[in-house]
T-cell receptor, first 112, second 115 residues
Framework: NAGVTQTPKFRVLKTGQSMTLLCAQD?????MYWYRQDPGMGLRLIHY???????AKGEVPDGYNVSRLKKQNFLLGLESAAPSQTSVYFC???????????FGPGTRLTVT | AQSVTQPDIHITVSEGASLELRCNYS??????LFWYVQSPGQGLQLLLK??????LVQGIKGFEAEFKRSQSSFNLRKPSVHWSDAAEYFC?????????????FGQGTTLQVKP
């Protein structure tokens, strides 16, 4: 049981490049979340999903897109990366109604 | 807007000393409150949570937290800190009426432990 995994662990992008971050969970959780962590700002919700095929915006959605084609996967895309998107990205998942979220190890992204 | 405040950005304590990390929440109705810990380079681990009932909750690693509605606070405590407790600590809140499970995090408090 791997829990929540994230791919890749580290990435460096140039401004304007695109990439996709993958989050996978093997706990059959309905809900999945993408957060970004920046110094002094805690974690802020980017997008979330309450089920396969559904997504919704969080607190800081601009510049990101997401997809949830399979229940176990939640993809975060950056179409045209900007230096302001340099951050550590965390994925989390939870059962519907559980309220407890399980976090992945994070992806450190640097945009130059 | 809903917010969580951790007034102390950085705290240094000596090993063996007691610890209290402060957290204030803004949601007026029944909040669901959490404390997470993040060791360097790691993800977040849940220390404890409060949903209802006894206002003093016990967590893992010897931590406890007390919910005080009158002060809108949920402070984290440990009677004797160990060097391995050095980490960043996050308080988080969830609406009691939320059906999406969204968490609102505080800014985090970095704990340094002196030998």
């Amino acid at each position: 049981n791997a829990g929540v995994t994230q791919t890749p662990k580290f990435r460096v992008l140039k401004t304007g490049q695109s990439m996709t971050l993958l989050c996978a969970q093997d706990m059959n959780h309905e809900y999945m979340y993408w957060y970004r962590q920046d110094p002094g700002m805690g974690l802020r919700l980017i997008h979330y999903s309450v089920g396969e095929g559904t997504t919704a915006k969080g607190e800081v959605p601009d510049g990101y897109n997401v997809s949830r084609l399979k229940k176990q996967n939640f993809l975060l895309g950056l179409e045209s990366a900007a230096p302001s998107q340099t951050s550590v990205y965390f994925c989390a998942s939870s059962y519907r109604g559980s309220r407890e979220q399980y976090f992945g190890p994070g992806t450190r992204l640097t945009v130059t | 807007a809903q917010s969580v405040t951790q007034p102390d950005i950085h705290i240094t304590v000596s090993e063996g000393a007691s610890l209290e990390l402060r957290c204030n929440y803004s949601y007026g109705a029944t909040p669901y409150l959490f404390w997470y810990v993040q060791s360097p380079g790691q993800g977040l681990q849940l220390l404890l949570k409060y949903f209802s009932g006894d206002t003093l909750v016990q967590g893992i690693k010897g931590f406890e937290a007390e919910f005080k509605r009158s002060q809108s606070s949920f402070n984290l405590r440990k009677p004797s800190v160990h060097w391995s407790d050095a980490a960043e600590y996050f308080c988080a809140e969830q609406h009691g009426s939320s059906n999406t499970g969204k968490l609102i995090f505080g800014q985090g408090t970095t704990l340094q432990v002196k030998p």
